[in-house]
C-alpha cells in the first residue's frame, strides 16, 4: 500500500493515471462482463488505502471526510467497452505508448475519463473543510444502456444533488445532451408470387410510409440541440426474389432534444405512421442544465466552452442534474487502433481539479 498524502503533484496524479489506463486496457471488459475490471480498480484504491463498496459489477467510494450533512457531488463514468471492431491492426488489449499517444480498447471512451475522475477524486480525497461531499461510481453497461449500472446502483448511494458524468468531450462542458428512442416497426400486406399485380405489396407500403416520418420536421427546435433526429437505421423484408412477402420490417434510431419527452416524440411519429410501431424503451431521455449552474460557471471561467452532445450517455438515466465533461475525442469511440493522447489525460485531471475547487 501507498501512503495517502494530503497533497499529490500534477505529475504524481499523471503517472498514477496512465499506469492504471494500462492496466485497465489490459483487461477485457465487455457491457455484462466487467467483474475482472471492477476488481483491478478496487484495487487501486486499496493501494491507496480508500474503502471502496461494491453493488454488482459498480465500484463506489466516497471521500474521507464525508458529511451527511452536506449537499454532494457525483463523480461518475463507466469501465465496460465495446468489443473491438474488425479494422482494428493493433492488438486492442496491449496498451501501447507512442508519439505521446496510449493505443488501446477504452482508452478513449472512457478510460481516460475514468482515469483522470479517480486522480480528481484522489486529490480532494482527504482535504477537510469541503462546502461539498464527493462521490466517485465507476460504473457497468453503459455501452448497452443497461440495467445493472448506473440505474441499479444509483438508489445505494447516499444522496447525489448534482453529477459529473466523464465521456470524451474534449474537456468542454455538453451541457444539453439527446436522448435516444429506437423504434421497432412493422407494416403488413399481402403475400403473393412476384409474376402477378399485388396493390398490397408490404415493401412498398412501407416505403412510403417511412417517407412520411423521414421528411418530416419537428416543430420545436433546441437552443443547444438543434433538430430531433430519425434515421432509419435497418430494414428488412423479403427471402427470395419471386415471393412478396407478408410483412416488412425496420428499425428508427431517433435522437430526442430537451423540447420533447420520448414519449411525445413516440406519439408524434405513430401519428404520422400507419406501421405498428413498438418503442424498446422510455428511459434514455434528454438533459439540460443551466448555464448558469454553478458547475457550468467554473468551468467557463477557467476558459471551457458549451455545447449540446448528439451522443448519448448515462447521463440519460441519472435522476438529477448533471453534466457531460471528459478528456478525448467521441469521434474516437468505437473506432479501430483507439487512443488517448497522454496530455489530454494532464489536461483532464487538471481541469478537473480547476473547476471542482471553485465549487467545492
Not at 47 to 58: G, V
Not at 111 to 119: D, K, M, P, T
Not at 150 to 155: D, H
Not at 257 to 268: A, C, G, L, M, R
Request: aromatic share 8%.
Amino acid at each position: 500500500m501507498q501512503e495517502l498524502k494530503s497533497v499529490y503533484s500534477k505529475e504524481e496524479l499523471l503517472n498514477n493515471a496512465v499506469e492504471l489506463l494500462k492496466k485497465l486496457i489490459e483487461i477485457p471488459s465487455f457491457s455484462k462482463d466487467e467483474f475482472n475490471m471492477s476488481v483491478v480498480i478496487e484495487n487501486f484504491f486499496r493501494k491507496f488505502q480508500i474503502p471502496t463498496n461494491r453493488y454488482k459489477n459498480n465500484i463506489w467510494a466516497t471521500n474521507k471526510n464525508f458529511d451527511v450533512s452536506k449537499p454532494s457531488i457525483l463523480l461518475n463514468t463507466h469501465h465496460d467497452t465495446v468489443k473491438p471492431n474488425k479494422a482494428y491492426t493493433l492488438d486492442p488489449f496491449l496498451p501501447l505508448e507512442k508519439e505521446g499517444k496510449l493505443f488501446g480498447l477504452g482508452s478513449n471512451d472512457a478510460g481516460a475519463s475514468l482515469v483522470s475522475l479517480v486522480q480528481a477524486f484522489l486529490y480532494f480525497y482527504a482535504k477537510e473543510d469541503l462546502k461539498y461531499n464527493l462521490i466517485i461510481a465507476l460504473t457497468a453497461e453503459e455501452e448497452i444502456s443497461g440495467v445493472d449500472g448506473i440505474e441499479a446502483l444509483f438508489p445505494q448511494l447516499p444522496k447525489v444533488d448534482f453529477a459529473i458524468v466523464g465521456e470524451p468531450t474534449q474537456m468542454h462542458l455538453a451541457i444539453a445532451e439527446k436522448g435516444l428512442l429506437v423504434i421497432d416497426g412493422e407494416m403488413k400486406g399481402t403475400p403473393s408470387h412476384a409474376a402477378h399485380p399485388n396493390d398490397d405489396n408490404a415493401i412498398v407500403k412501407c416505403m412510403e410510409d417511412l417517407q412520411q416520418i423521414l421528411s418530416f420536421t419537428f416543430p420545436k427546435i433546441s437552443d443547444y440541440l438543434g433538430e430531433v433526429k430519425v434515421t432509419l437505421s435497418g430494414i428488412h423484408a423479403g427471402v427470395q426474389h419471386n415471393v412478396v412477402p407478408e410483412h416488412c420490417t425496420f428499425t428508427l434510431d431517433v435522437r430526442v432534444t430537451d423540447e420533447y419527452s420520448n414519449k411525445e416524440v413516440f406519439e408524434i411519429i405513430q401519428s404520422r405512421m400507419k406501421s405498428v410501431l413498438k418503442a424498446r424503451s422510455f428511459r434514455l431521455n434528454s438533459s439540460k442544465i443551466e448555464i448558469e449552474h454553478p458547475f457550468v460557471q467554473a468551468g467557463l471561467e477557467v476558459g471551457r466552452t458549451t455545447y449540446g452532445s448528439p451522443t448519448s450517455s448515462d447521463q440519460a438515466i441519472i435522476p438529477c442534474t448533471s453534466v457531460k465533461i471528459g478528456p478525448g475525442d467521441s469521434r474516437r469511440s468505437h473506432t479501430a487502433d483507439e487512443y488517448i493522447y497522454i496530455k489530454e489525460i494532464e489536461e483532464g485531471i487538471d481541469i478537473y481539479i480547476q473547476i471542482l475547487e471553485k465549487v467545492i
